[in-house]
């Protein structure tokens, strides 16, 4: 198995960081708001983040054949 690249680990990182981040974000955020309330102004970030991926150069073509 080839060893991850330095690009690699960085994404990793930068991953673990935002993932370790949201769990008391989202602990402060359902105590200061309803659940629903919560989600409604998450939308907006979410979207923003996904914005770019959406819009990339390279894009999602879905599959032509079924998987076999």
């Given at each position: 198995?080839?060893?991850?690249?330095r690009?690699?680990?960085?994404?990793?990182?930068?991953?673990?960081?935002?993932?370790?981040?949201?769990?008391?974000?989202?602990?402060?955020?359902?105590?200061?708001?309803?659940?629903?309330?919560?989600?409604?102004?998450?939308?907006?970030?979410?979207?923003?983040?996904?914005?770019?991926?959406?819009?990339?150069?390279?894009?999602?073509?879905?599959?032509?054949?079924?998987?076999?």
């Amino acid at each position: 198995m080839a060893s991850p690249s330095r690009k690699d680990r960085i994404f990793l990182i930068l991953l673990r960081l935002c993932r370790g981040i949201n769990w008391p974000i989202m602990k402060i955020g359902v105590r200061n708001f309803p659940p629903v309330t919560f989600r409604r102004l998450c939308m907006p970030g979410g979207l923003s983040a996904i914005r770019p991926a959406a819009m990339s150069i390279v894009p999602l073509k879905p599959r032509t054949t079924a998987p076999t």
